[in-house]
Nanobody, 122 residues
Framework: QVQLVESGGGLVQAGGSLRLSCVASGRTFGDIAMGWFRQAPGKERDIVTAVSASGNLKYYTNSVKGRFTITRDNAKNTVYLQMNSLKPEDTAVYYC???????????????WGQGTQVTVST
């Protein structure tokens, strides 16, 4: 079992920045891949970015490339999502997910946090 706790969401103006954090417990952090996902109102949850257990592999969905950065600190059991140049269309509940393997498909992730709301105003 892996427990995930996200933090860092909030309200920000368009063009602003936020950093989300996700702390994991229950399993050796360096053995699990991590991802950030988001669900906007009326839409399905979808992947934003993912990082492999080693940190060597990273994936970003096209809409966030160049604006968002995923990093992981295995010593702190934490994965971060730095979000810059935020747009209103980034508004969603953001979820942290964990998997024993590195996937881009959110259905393959076994463990989930409770989510944190990110709202970007115009």
């Amino acid at each position: 079992q892996v427990q995930l706790v996200e933090s860092g969401g909030g309200l920000v103006q368009a063009g602003g920045s936020l950093r989300l954090s996700c702390v994991a417990s229950g399993r050796t952090f360096g053995d699990i891949a991590m991802g950030w996902f988001r669900q906007a109102p009326g839409k399905e949850r979808d992947i934003v970015t993912a990082v492999s257990a080693s940190g060597n592999l990273k994936y970003y969905t096209n809409s966030v490339k160049g604006r968002f950065t995923i990093t992981r600190d295995n010593a702190k059991n934490t994965v971060y999502l730095q979000m810059n140049s935020l747009k209103p269309e980034d508004t969603a509940v953001y979820y942290c997910g964990a998997s024993v393997n590195y996937y881009r498909d959110q259905s393959r992730y076994e463990y989930w946090g409770q989510g944190t709301q990110v709202t970007v105003s115009t």
